[in-house]
């Protein structure tokens, strides 16, 4: 069965930072792998996604991410924080003919102005 | 365009009482659903899932069941609740054609039970 670790629970950056939200997934087949993110009080939204192809995926609001096979992981990365980037951030990954990805335990993001 | 609505958008009810939670899709023919729940500051979990009408499958039952009555609606129940039945509880959909499909979900429900 397929796993995602997320190491880190929080992570604080100053606004115009970048970032870098660490994800680790096992599993021995081909990972299909997500990034969600999670307003206060909202449902998850997807970012992006990788299934094949190039490894570095563009999403949505400026964030992509790698995935590396050697490494097992697919961490998300923006070059520049803003403050609305503020919220929990989940890593996910499926696999072939599973359609409910298996999610990790989210990082929350806080952006300081 | 697809929409996913959730009902209620909260509850606080007493140990021991039923529990019916919501959702329909729109715009959407025979997704697949699932049911999360999430506890607080938690990680998701799935519950339940649906492929078809009238057919759920369990993941992780936590004293809860599902049910899907027609093709846009998926419910969630029990007729007892516990204090661990607190969270929040998501539901989703995706489009049920195969490989690597993106969930979207629905604002979730906050249940709290006192």
């Known amino acids: 069965a397929q796993s995602v670790t997320q190491p880190d629970a929080r992570v604080t950056v100053s606004e115009g930072a970048s970032l870098q939200l660490r994800c680790k997934y096992s599993?021995?087949?081909?990972?299909?792998l997500f990034w969600y993110v999670q307003y206060p009080r909202q449902g998850l939204q997807l970012l992006l996604k990788?299934?094949?192809?190039?490894?570095v995926v563009q999403g949505v609001n400026g964030f992509e991410a790698e995935f590396i096979k050697s490494n097992s992981s697919f961490h998300l990365r923006k070059a520049s924080v803003h403050w609305s980037d503020s919220a929990v951030y989940f890593c996910?990954?499926?696999?072939?003919?599973?359609?409910?990805?298996?999610f990790g335990a989210g990082t929350k993001l806080s952006v300081k102005p | 365009a697809q929409t996913i609505h959730q009902w209620p958008v909260a509850e606080i009810k007493a140990v021991g009482s039923p529990l019916s939670l919501g959702c329909t899709i729109k715009?959407?023919?025979?997704?697949?659903l699932y049911w999360y729940w999430q506890a607080t500051g938690g990680t998701l979990q799935q519950l339940f899932y649906?492929?078809?009408?009238?057919?759920v499958e369990s993941v992780v039952q936590l004293n809860l069941s599902a049910s899907r009555p027609k093709d846009d609606q998926f419910i969630l129940s029990t007729e007892k609740l516990l204090l661990s039945h607190s969270g929040f509880y998501l539901c989703?959909?995706?489009?049920?054609?195969?490989?690597?499909?993106?969930?979207?979900f629905g604002s979730g429900t906050r249940l709290t039970v006192l």
């Open positions: 989703a959909w995706s489009p049920g054609t195969g490989i690597a499909e993106t969930l979207y």
């Open positions: 599993y021995s087949g081909t990972p299909y």
């Open positions: 990788y299934y094949s192809g190039d490894p």
């Open positions: 996910a990954v499926s696999a072939y003919n599973n359609n409910a990805p298996r």
């Open positions: 715009g959407k023919s025979s997704p697949n």
């Open positions: 649906s492929i078809t009408v009238g057919q």
